[in-house]
């Protein structure tokens, strides 16, 4: 029941921005944009996550359209160490709405290159 | 600081044993949940506790069960063990309520393989 759709795979050359696209048309009005990364089967890393505005730290860029139907993920600068699986997920509340739940998809394969 | 801890990080069973699987929040993190991961396919969601009550259950059965202690670390049991449950178990912890947008942290799994 995942409600986002992402390519499943990039290539991107190394020191290059890397631009992951993330769509999410169904998403409700107060459900979070989450971005997580997973590599070799080790536990997510969190990236980035949002609602509404734009959102940056020391990792990515997070860019959310203004309808809230897309949004893209931005790596400034790959490196070989950032080669990995890019999950974009919507945080979906469950039950009564006192819970919620991470709804992963497959992912986008983001392979950078020298 | 420590993240999220997991134990053990990896195990083998036999099917129709039991298994536990045990999980540490960041500290100050009041909300745990697990995910089941299958090789090949993104982490599913499993359940979701706060201040040590079950808040949300994925599409699991009722072989399926975990707790939340006082000092919010969790466990995760598995009873009667399937082939099909060899998988990467996920505990991932947060602050504050579980429907806010607070960033949720994963550990490192415990890799569960079930012959």
């Known amino acids: 029941d995942a409600k986002t759709t992402q390519p499943p795979s990039m290539d991107c050359a190394e020191g290059r921005a890397a631009n992951l696209p993330c769509n999410h048309s169904?998403?409700?009005?107060?459900?979070?944009v989450y971005w997580y990364r997973q590599i070799h089967s080790q536990g997510p890393q969190y990236i980035i996550h949002g609602l509404k505005n734009n959102e940056t730290n020391e990792m990515a860029s997070l860019i959310i359209t203004e309808d809230r139907k897309s949004s893209t993920l931005i790596l400034p600068h790959a490196t070989l160490r950032d080669t990995a699986v890019y999950y974009c997920i919507v945080r979906v509340a469950v039950g009564t709405g006192t819970a919620s739940k991470l709804t992963f998809g497959t992912g986008t394969r983001l392979q950078v290159t020298l | 600081d420590a993240g999220v801890t997991q134990s053990p990080t990896h195990l083998i069973k036999t099917r129709g044993q039991h298994v536990t699987l045990r999980c540490s929040p960041i500290s100050g993190h009041k909300s745990v949940s697990w995910y089941q991961q299958v090789l090949g396919q993104g982490p599913q969601f499993i359940f979701q506790?706060?201040?040590?009550?079950?808040?949300g259950r994925g599409n699991f059965p009722d072989r399926f069960s975990a707790r939340q202690f006082p000092n919010y670390s969790s466990e995760l049991n598995v009873n009667a063990l399937l082939l099909g449950d060899s998988a990467l178990y996920l505990c991932?912890?947060?602050?504050?309520?579980?429907?806010?947008?607070?960033?949720?942290?994963f550990g490192e799994g415990s890799w569960l393989t079930v012959v």
């Open positions: 506790y706060y201040e040590k009550e079950e808040r």
């Open positions: 991932a912890s947060s602050q504050g309520t579980p429907a806010s947008g607070n960033t949720i942290y």
């Open positions: 169904t998403i409700s009005g107060n459900e979070y």
